[in-house]
């Protein structure tokens, strides 16, 4: 607790001098979203990028700015075909490989990172940039500020590092426009929500949103093969290969799809980077499970797994990646959809939609942010 103040009085202070403008702070012509959080650990930042992505990706031209965190380059990378995981990191590499079409850039200092994708030639069509992990970033000013919080460990009862898990003070989470606590149970009740909401007293001004994860059909790292329904891995013996801040809830919602138990688990740290001698036990572990057996493992795992040598052709074929999308809860995501898309079309640069502005032909459509989507906006 002693080292937990003296942490948490340096936060308060760099805080500080951003709010009497000593350090500053940047807005930008363009529309930004920010995505982040104030604890360590995954809180689903990933998940709700890519759902801002879905959602913008046919009507806008996103680009989306990392840190890139644990990557082997340095200063600013925008992220090619053939750019390899270890350049950008993988959950940047992740968002590139399922999103061809966007630009997924990383720099360190955002700013530098807007300034290069607003203005190099190749990517300076950019019509909405969305930061991804850059809530204590505060030398950019976000049009919208979005704070996640993990239902599983909720910040109104944590601490400040090194004693618990915040960032900074629980304070800061008033700098946010919306609130959205992530990774709920698809059981809350009426009940649950109304304490929830009263328990973050969060201000009037702030939009507090509920999502919970639905998981998709199981697909090969590697080859073509075909997809797998969880439906059908009732039966097998798994072993769920992870290398993320939170497995706990994975592994029980796997665990209910295997039906008897049969789950082995090996976790590594978050961003783990697999050795040769990770990659034999692996191996060793997989040699000893009874059939029919097969491996489970994360995107972002694949993302790291893809790049690695060692794996018998046994686990090449047998592994699959269990992606995941958000959901939101209590039937707001059409509410939360139309606060997205009317801030990128008040605020846009050069997009279809800033043109729109001026089109005198008003029209009506709403569409989900689940399929491909035309949008157009009324004339307000």
């Not at 709700?48 to 009507?59: A, G, M, N, T």
């Not at 993988?90 to 968002?95: I, L, N, T």
């Not at 090969?220 to 993320?244: D, Q």
């Not at 139309?338 to 709403?366: C, E």
Request: charged share 30%; aromatic share 8%.
């Amino acid at each position: 607790m002693p080292f937990s103040w003296l942490y948490g009085l340096g936060v308060a202070i760099r805080n500080e001098l951003f709010e009497l403008n000593i350090l500053k702070t940047r807005s930008f012509d363009i529309p930004v979203i920010s995505v982040g959080n104030i604890t360590v650990g995954g809180s689903g930042k990933t998940p709700h990028v890519e759902y801002l992505i879905r959602l913008l990706k046919d009507s806008v031209k996103v680009a989306v700015l990392s840190r890139g965190y644990k990557r082997k380059s340095h200063g600013y990378v925008l992220a090619g075909s053939d750019t390899p995981m270890r350049e950008i990191g993988d959950e940047p590499y992740q968002m590139k490989m399922k999103y061809p079409d966007v630009y997924v850039a990383v720099d360190r200092k955002r700013c530098e990172g807007i300034d290069r994708l607003t203005t190099d030639e190749e990517t300076r069509n950019t019509d909405v940039i969305l930061l991804d992990d850059a809530f204590q970033h505060r030398y950019v000013k976000p049009g919208i500020n979005i704070l996640l919080v993990d239902y599983h460990r909720l910040i109104i009862y944590d601490k400040l590092l090194p004693a618990g898990r915040l960032r900074e003070p629980l304070s800061g989470k008033h700098r946010a426009d919306i609130v959205i606590i992530t990774k709920c149970p698809k059981s809350l009740n009426p009940i649950d929500y109304r304490v929830l909401s009263k328990a973050m007293e969060l201000y009037p001004f702030q939009q507090l949103y509920f999502t919970t994860l639905d998981y998709c059909d199981l697909e090969p790292v590697f080859g073509s093969g075909k997809k797998l329904p969880l439906t059908e891995i009732r039966g097998r013996n798994i072993l769920l290969l992870t290398g993320i801040a939170s497995p706990k809830h994975l592994q029980e919602d796997l665990n209910r799809h295997t039906g008897n138990n049969a789950l082995t688990t090996l976790s590594f740290p978050d961003h783990h980077a697999f050795t040769a001698k990770d990659i034999r036990r692996i191996n060793e572990t997989f040699a000893q499970m009874p059939s029919p057996k097969m491996i489970v493992t994360t995107e972002k795992d694949k993302a790291r797994l893809t790049d690695v040598e060692g794996l018998t052709p046994e686990i090449r074929e047998n592994i699959y990646a269990l992606p995941i999308k958000v959901r939101f809860m209590l039937d707001k995501e059409e509410t939360f959809n139309d606060k997205i898309l009317s801030y990128v079309q008040k605020n846009s640069r050069n997009s279809i939609l800033a043109k729109r502005k001026d089109d005198h032909k008003p029209k009506d459509s709403h569409h989900s942010g689940h399929r491909p989507r035309t949008i157009s906006f009324r004339d307000n």
